[in-house]
Structures are given as structure tokens and as C-alpha cells.
């Protein structure tokens, strides 16, 4: 190869060199957005609030158990204590009715009512059903609304993995051309000075 065509070839190869490092810097900054972007939809990750089920004992109230003449027993269902207004159910047989056997008197200590009159009331713990089933439901929508936002960011975070492994795979493909140009322009350098070499000695005598 003569020198001018030497010389020639070498500049084509600088120039390609100089596109394949601005491509490459391209892909870097490339992957630089997905980076953010998948710092982004992590960042949404952990701002997402995990629903939590609702516990039966937040839902538990006081009723109050009492016996009447004939020894059944009622529970109160509401009452009013500064009234003595019940509805009371009959625990054998499921009688529903409004009574009043006198105000009802609250023990100091533990803010339950004792008496109520001259009947002593029993309290007893009773879930409220209603309340806990529509806590659950409100869970159990949340709880869907979470798991529709972690698919939306696992989908979008696997989008972005792919996209990075693409453009990681052209940067090494960059790479690989860099390295075979660069061992060309080493070879080219040396055709070049020992053109310029054989030159000087045909001249120079």
C-alpha cells in the first residue's frame, strides 16, 4: 500500500473511530435515563403502602347481659345510658324488644356499666360483624389497587432491564469495532512511519 493510500485509509479509520465513540456516548447516556427511570419506578415501590387486614379486636364493642323475672337472659343490642332506653335480644329465642329497667349506673374505674336500676349487668365483648365485613371489603379493595401498581412498575421495570441489556449489547458490539480500528491505526501508524523513514533515507542519501 503506497503512502498516499496509506495515509488515506488512516484518516477513514480515525473518522470511524470518532463515530463509534459518539455512538458509544450515545448508549451511555441512553442508559443513563433508563437508570432513572428504573431508580424512578423503585422510588414508587417504596412509596406504595402495603394494606394491612383488619383485626377483629378493633372492632369489638361492649354489650351488656342481664336476667329478667324468669331468668332469661337478654343482650343489649343499643342502649342509652343516660335514658336507660334498650333494645335488647332474647339469647334462647332470638325476641327482639325495647326495654327499660332503670338508668343505667357506671362503675368510676372502669367507664362499664354494672346496674341498671335494681338488674345487674353483665358486659360481655361482641364483635361488630357489620363494621369488620366492611373494613375487610375496603382491605380487600386496597389490597388489589396495590397489587394492579406493583404489576404496572414489575412490567415497567422488566421493559427497562430489557431496553439496558439491548443497548449493553451494542455498546459491547462498539466496543469490539473500537478495539479492531484501533489495532488497524497502530498497524496504519507504523506503515506510515516507516514510509516516512524510507523517505528520508531515499533523499537524504
Known amino acids: 500500500m503506497g503512502l498516499a493510500a496509506t495515509q488515506t485509509r488512516f484518516l477513514q479509520l480515525t473518522a470511524r473511530k470518532s463515530n463509534v465513540e459518539y455512538k458509544g456516548q450515545q448508549i451511555n447516556q441512553q442508559r443513563t435515563v433508563l437508570s432513572n427511570k428504573s431508580a424512578n419506578a423503585y422510588q414508587s415501590m417504596l412509596t406504595l403502602q402495603v394494606p394491612t387486614p383488619p383485626s377483629t379486636s378493633d372492632y369489638v364493642k361492649i354489650q351488656y347481659q342481664y336476667k329478667d323475672a324468669n331468668g332469661a337472659t337478654w343482650q343489649t343490642t343499643s342502649y342509652d345510658g343516660n335514658t336507660s332506653n334498650m333494645t335488647v335480644k332474647n339469647l334462647a329465642t332470638g325476641e327482639v324488644k325495647t326495654d327499660n329497667i332503670g338508668k343505667f349506673e357506671q362503675d368510676a374505674i372502669t367507664g362499664r356499666y354494672t346496674k341498671a336500676g335494681n338488674t345487674t349487668l353483665t358486659p360481655v365483648e361482641v364483635v361488630d360483624n357489620n363494621a369488620y365485613d366492611d373494613a ?41 469495532e473500537q478495539n479492531e480500528i484501533s489495532t488497524e491505526l497502530e498497524a496504519l501508524d507504523k506503515v506510515l512511519g516507516d514510509n516516512v523513514d524510507g523517505s528520508f533515507k531515499t533523499f537524504g542519501g
Open 136 to 176: 375487610y371489603n375496603q382491605y380487600t379493595y386496597q389490597q388489589y389497587l396495590y397489587e394492579q401498581e406493583m404489576q404496572v412498575i414489575n412490567a415497567q421495570t422488566a421493559i427497562i432491564q430489557q431496553q439496558d441489556k439491548e443497548l449493553e449489547l451494542q455498546l459491547q458490539q462498539l466496543d469490539t
